[in-house]
């Protein structure tokens, strides 16, 4: 008989698993639960500044060169500046690079992106509500277990 790949595995029925092994899946499932939404959380971060930085760029398209505008340094550090060139603006594309862009470009650029991590975003969610279905069966099935386990030794 040839050797079983990987994906020739068979699912398990939770009800043919013993009360520790039930445990330890419920452990695994709260476990990726947590991590999935800390990534959620995340993602969705990283959309919020994204859809700020595209809100900049369109305000800074309606700007007019010697403009007086606040510069935010950090979240609550703002200093103030003027408006030198409104045609071009510079774009942080990930790790520390930054690209030069036309304004309407750079607004496209920030469409994009938010639209990959809203997409990233319900995907997660989507397997997040799976993992919390899988985590509920377990949960039924294992207090099932105890409860018929307590009675057979209430019985004893």
């Known amino acids: 008989m040839p050797p079983?790949?990987?994906g020739d595995a068979q699912p398990v029925r939770l009800e043919s698993l013993a009360p520790q092994q039930l445990a330890e899946l419920r452990a695994n499932l709260n476990n990726e639960i947590q991590r999935l939404a800390d990534g959620g959380n995340a993602l969705t971060r990283a959309a919020?500044?994204?859809n700020n930085a595209r809100k900049a760029?369109?305000?800074l398209a309606a700007s007019k060169k010697g403009q007086s505008i606040m510069l935010p340094l950090t979240s609550s550090l703002?200093?103030?500046g003027a408006v030198d060139d409104v045609e071009k603006v510079l774009v942080d594309i990930g790790t520390g690079y930054y690209v030069?862009?036309?304004v309407a470009d750079a607004a496209k650029f920030y469409e994009r992106r938010i639209k990959?991590?809203?997409d990233n975003i319900s995907n997660i969610q989507g397997t997040l509500r799976e993992r919390q279905n899988a985590l509920m069966q377990v949960q039924a099935i294992l207090q099932e277990k105890m409860a018929m386990a307590q009675a057979s030794g209430a019985r004893s």
């Open 4 to 6: 079983k790949g990987e």
């Open 57 to 59: 760029v369109e305000q």
């Open 116 to 118: 990959t991590l809203q």
């Open 48 to 50: 919020t500044t994204c």
């Open 100 to 102: 030069e862009m036309p």
């Open 78 to 80: 703002y200093v103030s």
